[in-house]
C-alpha cells in the first residue's frame, strides 16, 4: 500500500510540473533569452544545529541579435547565509547579499545594484526512496532604479522540490540523482521590477552527482517565465551549482595529516 501510494504522488507531482510549464508558456512571450547560470558554494558546519554558508554566482545572457549563452555577462553575486536546523523536517536560514546587475541593453536591463536581505524557511517530506520539500523565501531587496533612486522591493517565493536518487535508495557517495523543481515569485510594484504583482515561474529540472558526502554537482536546466509592462519573457537557462562542504576544515586536516603521518600509523 505505501508503495502504491508513493508512486501515486509521484504522478500528481509531476503532472502538476507539467501544468505549470504549459501555462507558463502559454502567455504572449514577446521575447526569448538563452542563459547560463553558475554557482559555488561553501558551507560549514558549525555543530549539530547551526551551520554557514557562502556562494559565488555569475549569470551570462545571449540577445535577440547572437544565441550564444556567454554574449553578455548579465549578473555576479556574493551570499553570506546562516542555517539553523531546527528538526529533520525544518530548516531555517537567512542570508545578505550583493547582486551587481549589469547595464545589458541589449535585453532590456539597466545598471541595478542590489542589496539584499531575505528569511527562508524549508519543510521536508521525508520518503523512503525520494525526498520532497517545500521552501518558503521572503526577501526584501533595496534596488537603484532608471532614475538613479534607489528603491525597497519586497519579493515572495514558494518552491516545491523533488529529489529522486537514481542509482541508491538515499543520497550518499556515488550516487546518481534528478530534480525537479518549481517556484512561483510575488512582489511589490516598482518601477525598478515592474507593477504586476506576479514577478515569474521558474521551472527546473535536471541531475546530480555526490562525488563525496562534501562535494556535489548539479546540472538543471531552467525554463523562466517573467511578465513585464513592456512585454513578456521567456529564459531558457542552464544552471551549474558546485557545493563544498567543511572545505577549510577537509583542508586542514589533510595539511596535518601530511604533517605528522606517524600519527595515522599508529592508529
Known amino acids: 500500500m505505501l508503495s502504491k501510494s508513493n508512486s501515486k504522488l509521484k504522478i500528481i ?24 547560470w553558475n554557482e559555488i558554494q561553501f558551507n560549514q558546519t558549525l555543530s549539530k544545529k ?18 550564444n549563452l556567454f554574449e553578455n555577462t548579465i549578473q555576479r553575486s556574493i551570499r553570506g547565509w546562516g542555517h539553523y536546523y531546527f528538526s ?8 545578505i547579499a550583493y547582486f551587481n546587475n549589469r547595464d545589458v541593453p541589449e535585453i532590456g536591463q539597466f545598471e541595478s545594484p542590489e542589496t539584499r536581505f531575505a528569511l ?6 521525508h520518503k523512503t526512496g525520494y ?12 534596488m537603484r532604479n532608471q532614475d538613479d533612486d534607489y528603491e525597497n522591493v ?17 543520497l550518499r557517495s556515488g550516487v546518481v ?10 512582489k511589490s510594484g516598482t518601477k525598478v521590477t515592474g507593477e504586476s504583482f506576479f514577478d515569474r515561474n521558474r521551472l527546473n529540472i535536471g541531475a546530480g552527482y555526490l562525488f563525496s558526502d562534501d562535494l556535489q554537482v548539479e546540472l538543471t536546466y531552467c525554463n523562466e517565465y517573467l511578465p513585464r509592462n513592456n512585454g513578456n519573457q521567456t529564459t531558457n537557462a542552464a544552471s551549474l551549482t558546485v557545493t563544498f562542504n567543511n572545505l577549510i576544515r577537509n583542508l586542514k586536516k589533510k595539511i596535518e595529516a601530511k604533517k605528522h603521518p606517524e600519527a595515522k600509523d599508529e592508529e
Open 154 to 170: 519586497f519579493r515572495y517565493r514558494q518552491q516545491i522540490k523533488y529529489i529522486q536518487p537514481i542509482n541508491s535508495k538515499i
Open 13 to 36: 507531482l509531476f503532472r502538476c510540473l507539467f501544468v505549470i510549464l504549459l501555462i507558463a508558456n502559454s502567455y504572449g512571450q514577446n521575447t526569448t533569452y538563452n542563459q547560463f
Open 177 to 186: 540523482y534528478a530534480i525537479a523543481s518549481d517556484e512561483l515569485y510575488f
Open 131 to 142: 525526498t520532497l520539500s517545500t521552501r518558503m523565501r521572503t526577501e526584501f531587496r533595496h
Open 120 to 125: 527562508q524557511g524549508i519543510y521536508y517530506f
Open 88 to 95: 529533520p523536517r525544518w530548516k531555517f536560514s537567512a542570508f
Open 50 to 67: 547551526w551551520a554557514t554558508e557562502i556562494d559565488f554566482a555569475s549569470a551570462y545572457s545571449s540577445t535577440e541579435s547572437s544565441p
